[in-house]
């Protein structure tokens, strides 16, 4: 049996606490919407249809049991983050030839993947082995390539690619510390710059800047929320690591005071002492420091959906207004 089969997911909760559960409300998927998420994973698994036989099926077993649920890898991504490959073409009334389709479906797809796979494999959840940073060199060679592609079908330079490419790779490698909440969100949008690349590329191969900038902006405030989500869910695990993320930052005083308890109690004996996490999560909960966070994160859903059906993009606007029920009191 290989380590692939026996693999357990970092993504999967070990640990359920009173904020794992939080989350966003369930979308509605059209057939369309179905077949493109479809179309993703076969654009994955063809990019590694390169590793030889054996390694390919172990890659196979390894990305299902990493996605939780057989050949559906982006079942781990929230579905506005990448709808946008079929709702924005469909509104603009400019045809397009199926190969340049395919290439931002796969340039997207791979980004996902990469920024993912690189976080695991930095942190150290995903142990590095010659397979798995195999298929992370195939996936980014891969990805580069499309992405020149769409430059080219779009008529640009790959000045674009190039720079969010920089700001990516900057970001995730650096990890600075940062003095505040705005400067957190903002590294957080270079953490996932690649993922804005196909979206600003397929508005200049429409010749829609200012789609190219609705856009843009109505996917940035959907990351942002999903990243204050995301902390709110992982509060016990940050704490363990010694991050301090968006909830800190939302603290008040006495709440970053118990945060730093619990950090130190973790330093002092390996693990969060019990009575002072029951604190902290009481001292969250009652204190309206939740109600902040998800309020904000609420907001950002409200501005990104009201941006998308302004931008004649309802299908979208209606996947955030999903997404905000589950944040809703």
Not at 47 to 52: G, K, N, V
Not at 75 to 90: I, K
Request: hydrophobic letters at 45%.
């Amino acid at each position: 049996m290989t380590e692939s089969q026996t693999f357990e997911s970092p993504l999967r909760i070990r640990q359920h606490t009173a904020f794992t559960s939080i989350g966003f409300g369930n979308v509605t998927l059209c057939g369309k919407t179905a077949a493109l998420k479809r179309s993703m994973q076969d654009a994955l698994m063809e990019t590694m249809h390169a590793l030889p036989g054996a390694l390919f099926q172990e890659a196979q077993t390894l990305l299902d049991r990493y996605a939780g649920q057989p050949g559906d890898f982006y079942r781990l991504f929230y579905v506005p983050v990448w709808s946008f490959l079929h709702v924005v073409p469909a509104t603009l009334n400019v045809h397009h030839p199926s190969a340049f389709v395919d290439s931002a479906v796969t340039a997207h797809a791979l980004s996902l993947f990469l920024h993912l796979w690189d976080d695991h494999l930095s942190d150290g959840q995903l142990k590095p082995d010659v397979l798995r940073l195999h298929m992370r060199t195939l996936a980014w060679q891969r990805f580069e390539h499309h992405c020149r592609l769409l430059c080219r079908h779009a008529g640009t330079d790959e000045l674009l690619v190039e720079q969010s490419v920089a700001d990516y790779l900057q970001a995730v490698h650096t990890r600075p510390k940062l003095d505040g909440l705005e400067a957190y969100e903002e590294q957080f949008l270079q953490e996932v710059a690649i993922w804005f690349i196909v979206p600003r590329l397929l508005a200049a191969a429409f010749a829609a800047p200012d789609k190219a900038a609705a856009l843009t902006h109505t996917l940035e405030r959907f990351c942002l929320a999903w990243r204050l989500v995301d902390d709110v869910q992982d509060i016990h695990l940050d704490l363990e690591e010694g991050k301090r993320t968006s909830v800190w930052f939302l603290l008040d005083e006495t709440g970053r005071n118990r945060w730093d308890l619990c950090q130190r109690s973790i330093v002092e004996s390996g693990h969060i002492a019990p009575a002072q996490w029951q604190e902290l999560t009481a001292y969250i909960q009652q204190s309206g420091s939740l109600g902040r966070i998800l309020a904000r994160a609420s907001d950002y859903l409200l501005t990104a959906a009201q941006t998308a059906r302004t931008s004649g993009w309802g299908e979208l606007a209606q996947e955030l207004e999903q997404s905000n029920q589950g944040l809703l009191p």
